[in-house]
C-alpha cells in the first residue's frame, strides 16, 4: 500500500529546514558554544526530529533520512538501500509528517 498524504506547503518547508539545521545544532551542543537556555532548545528539537525519522525509518537510519529531507536529497543519492524508490519515497513523505506532527505543527 502506498502513503502519499502531503502535508501543507508551509510546514513541509518548516520541516524541511529544521532537518538541513539539524547538524549545526548537534555541533553547538557538542562543542558548547550556546547559552544552557538555547542548548536544551537544540536538544529537544534534535530529539523529536531523530526520534520521528527513527520510528519510521528505523535506528541507525534516522541521521541519513533526516540530512537527506534537509538537503534535498533524493533515491538515486540516497544512504538507504535495500527498499525500492516508491518505498523510499514514502517513507520520506511520513517522516516528514511524523516530524510535524512531534513538533507539534500539525495534529
Avoid: P, Q, W
Amino acid at each position: 500500500m502506498r502513503y502519499r498524504k502531503s502535508i501543507e506547503d508551509t510546514v513541509d518547508m518548516t520541516v524541511v529546514a529544521l532537518c538541513a539545521d539539524f547538524g549545526r545544532r548537534s555541533l553547538a551542543i557538542r562543542e558548547k558554544r550556546v547559552t544552557h537556555r538555547t542548548e536544551m532548545e537544540y536538544r529537544y528539537l534534535n530529539f523529536k526530529i531523530l526520534s520521528a525519522a527513527e520510528e519510521i525509518m528505523g535506528e541507525g537510519l534516522g541521521e541519513n533520512i533526516i540530512e537527506e529531507i534537509g538537503y534535498g536529497v533524493g533515491y538515486a543519492h540516497s544512504y538507504v538501500t535495500d527498499i525500492s524508490e516508491s518505498t523510499y519515497k514514502d517513507r520520506k513523505l511520513m517522516v516528514k509528517e511524523n516530524i510535524a506532527k512531534k513538533l507539534h505543527l500539525i495534529d
